[in-house]
């Protein structure tokens, strides 16, 4: 008998057999224990997620384990040595009664309507099976080697989320190694389950999503599986998340490579489609996130469960690149995706439409062009979600641009999706933290002669490597790029940059002020705390105001006679299109940045995985109270902080509206008495230091992630001997 070691290789390395189009199953029990053994054991426990199984679930299950069963019972009583192929049926057969068990465990029961009482009928036997495949395994080999792989392989799943960064934590990592510690070698799947059950049970995402209290989605592109347990129903990606993706999980690249030799027509011409190439390699990527939350799509009618694809950077201003790359896109995830709907969707009814992509696109505010693409593609029925969005004049124009996309949907009978606006509140924080940083440096050198050499000194005392205090300093902004600072403005900009500032209470940063303001540390520091706290709760505010203008009880109504009347819509039409609009804050910094955005309508916090964590961990500090940011969205905060920030002019360009915004809200009934008049134009969306910066950083991670493609695609190509 091979090692575990060996066994968790061969679980790893075996590449699925292909799925057979149709199926050729005769009923569901011999439907999901085919599809397991072939090597898909989750989507097998993802068929079962029908609601027509609820009350008969577990029949279908005890016919599983009957088929199942066989397998270790024959291996146990027949003398043969074991093959690989032996091996991977079991490993299949444990794998699937697991996820079967952690489906019952996380949400997805409560989405299909599966009773208390028939769950947990279901894990008690299934329990019971793994109990005894182990005893089998443990008589005949001393230990249950293929259980301990099969669990080993799981976890290891769980440690992959930012596991190529080690200055940070994400929860499912964390939550992997909570798990490993409590795996018993006397039951090693019992103790497993065990030990998932209460990791999901006792978070707090699980609570608020079980509760109603808000939406949640991911803002990374792997771990989703343990996410969708807990609730989550949403996962946002970009270029930067695509290519963290292939370096926390190196075998996306080895999956890629396979991909070229199966397609070598994309080997040809390959400068001409380095664009191709990397759609191809992001969709690689992204095909497993919308596998995961496909049956969530299905369960939830597409109010939910959909997966977020940025369009490529470079062409973001155009609306017709724009739509050439969206289109090309959802052809070919259709495409994909009506095969795999056969296994998924087998015993669904028939007025079911397989295939349709629970795909939305992340259109880039950086703009006006954003408007038109948005409206298109929402009326074609293809979802969108606004991204480098960071102020209230964006945001409502996007949000107007959605409706009006939707109304034609919905007049051609066409289902529409959930869609999202996006609100980067944590970088808008970040934007504006830089400019009041470099005016506070400016300020403290007024009275300074020799300024350059106390901007090196401190340069230097704060990591950025740098020789010559006359020449050009090039060093990382932490927006994901690099800035070339050449005159004193630049340099003072870049020690003020997130990648060397992440708070303005920072310790060095009031030494440098107080040294060269002539003021008191204390009391800069003390400012400086003020200050920070104020400006956190730029991005809030902002999501704030824009969920209120729509979405608040005193105007979605006002909303609803909007739609009604101006497009022609039936009441439950205008419903089904504000239902399906969500605010989706962005780019956290710290947990309150989530809890003040709670909201039980028209709200989906996307979370980072190490936010995550952060977000767990406050809700068990002493005196926690969950109920304290119930609709925490509707909390009127401390005019004080609004007037304080109201003084930064990029604050009060993010926080109010334009006139002809104006115009429109006065129209529908929304009171915008005390709303200024001074928000972001759209002439100006481009300009904007926040959009500036994030495009800068998603065009640079792009170029990069496709530069990275481009290089394997040569390689692939120079092996298959390209005539």
């Not at 389950?193 to 999503?209: F, G, H, Q, T, W």
């Not at 470079?314 to 095969?339: M, P």
């Not at 641009?401 to 289902?415: N, P, R, T």
């Not at 928000?679 to 998603?698: D, I, P």
Request: net charge neutral; hydrophobic share 40%.
């Amino acid at each position: 008998m091979i090692s575990v070691n060996d066994i968790f290789r061969l679980i790893s390395e075996t590449r699925p057999k292909p799925l057979s189009h149709p199926p050729k199953s005769i009923d569901y029990i011999d439907h999901v224990v085919n599809t397991a053994l072939n090597g898909y054991p989750e989507l097998a426990a993802d068929s079962l997620l029908n609601p027509l199984l609820v009350g008969s679930i577990k029949n279908v299950i005890g016919g599983i384990i009957r088929q199942l069963n066989l397998l270790f019972e024959r291996d146990f009583w027949i003398k043969t040595t074991i093959n690989d192929e032996a091996i991977l049926k079991k490993a299949y057969s444990y794998s699937l009664l697991l996820e079967i068990a952690i489906n019952f465990y996380g949400m997805e029961r409560e989405w299909v309507g599966f009773t208390d009482e028939e769950v947990n009928e279901c894990i008690s036997i299934i329990k019971n099976a793994l109990n005894k495949w182990e005893e089998n395994e443990r008589k005949k080999y001393g230990e249950s080697r293929i259980a301990k792989a099969v669990v080993m392989y799981k976890i290891n799943d769980m440690k992959k989320v930012m596991a190529g960064d080690p200055q940070r934590t994400g929860m499912i990592y964390w939550m992997g190694e909570n798990i490993e510690k409590k795996i018993d070698e006397r039951g090693i799947t019992n103790s497993f389950l065990d030990a998932i059950e209460y990791e999901i049970k006792s978070n707090i995402y699980y609570v608020m999503s079980k509760e109603g209290i808000c939406r949640f989605g991911n803002d990374y592109a792997i771990g989703l599986r343990w996410l969708r347990h807990l609730g989550y129903v949403q996962v946002s990606t970009n270029p930067q998340l695509a290519a963290i993706a292939y370096r926390d999980d190196p075998s996306l690249w080895d999956k890629l490579k396979q991909y070229f030799r199966d397609h070598p027509e994309l080997l040809e011409n390959i400068e001409e489609k380095k664009d191709e190439l990397a759609m191809t390699a992001t969709m690689l990527a992204l095909w497993p996130n919308m596998e995961v939350f496909r049956p969530v799509a299905y369960l939830l009618n597409f109010t939910d469960g959909m997966v977020s694809y940025q369009l490529n950077p470079n062409v973001a201003t155009s609306y017709e690149g724009s739509l050439e790359d969206a289109l090309k896109i959802y052809s070919k995830t259709w495409e994909y995706f009506r095969n795999y709907d056969e296994h998924l969707l087998w015993g669904w009814p028939v007025d079911v439409e397989k295939g349709r992509p629970n795909i939305v696109f992340k259109v880039a505010g950086n703009s006006p062009a954003a408007i038109d693409i948005t409206r298109k593609l929402e009326s074609l029925g293809i979802g969108t979600n606004n991204t480098v969005t960071y102020t209230v004049s964006q945001e409502v124009k996007l949000i107007l641009a959605k409706m009006e996309g939707m109304a034609e949907a919905v007049k051609k009978g066409i289902l529409t999706t959930k869609v999202y606006e996006t609100n980067m509140g944590g970088r808008l924080d970040d934007h504006l933290r830089e400019i009041f940083a470099a005016k506070l440096v400016r300020d403290a050198f007024k009275n300074i002669d020799d300024k350059l050499s106390a901007i090196y000194e401190y340069a230097r005392k704060i990591g950025i490597n740098i020789e010559d205090k006359d020449g050009v300093w090039i060093a990382p902004t932490g927006w994901g790029w690099d800035k070339v600072a050449k005159t004193l403005d630049e340099k003072i900009e870049l020690i003020c940059s997130r990648q060397y500032l992440k708070k303005l209470n920072d310790e060095n940063f009031a030494e440098f002020l107080a040294k060269y303001s002539g003021k008191n540390k204390e009391d800069v520091l003390k400012y400086l705390d003020e200050w920070e706290k104020t400006i956190g709760m730029a991005g809030t505010l902002v999501a704030q105001r824009v969920w209120w203008i729509f979405f608040s009880k005193e105007n979605k109504g006002k909303w609803l006679a909007y739609l009604i009347s101006k497009y022609g819509l039936s009441p439950e039409q205008a419903e089904g299109i504000l239902n399906n609009i969500d605010v989706l804050p962005a780019s956290k910094r710290k947990p309150l940045d989530t809890y003040l955005t709670l909201a039980r309508n028209n709200m989906t916090n996307t979370e980072f995985p190490n936010h995550q964590l952060n977000v767990l961990m406050f809700s068990r500090k002493p005196g926690f109270n969950l109920k304290k940011y119930d609709n925490a969205i509707l909390i009127k905060h401390d005019p004080k902080i609004i007037e304080k920030l109201l003084t930064i002019e990029d604050f009060r360009k993010a926080y109010e509206i334009t006139p002809d915004l104006a115009d429109i809200l006065r129209k529908v009934g929304v009171n915008i008495e005390g709303i200024g008049l001074n928000g972001l134009k759209y002439e100006e969306w481009g300009l904007f230091g926040s959009t500036v910066k994030t495009m800068n950083g998603f065009t640079e991670a792009y170029n990069k992630f496709r530069d990275k493609v481009v290089e394997i695609a040569r390689e692939i190509k120079n092996t298959l001997n390209f005539k």
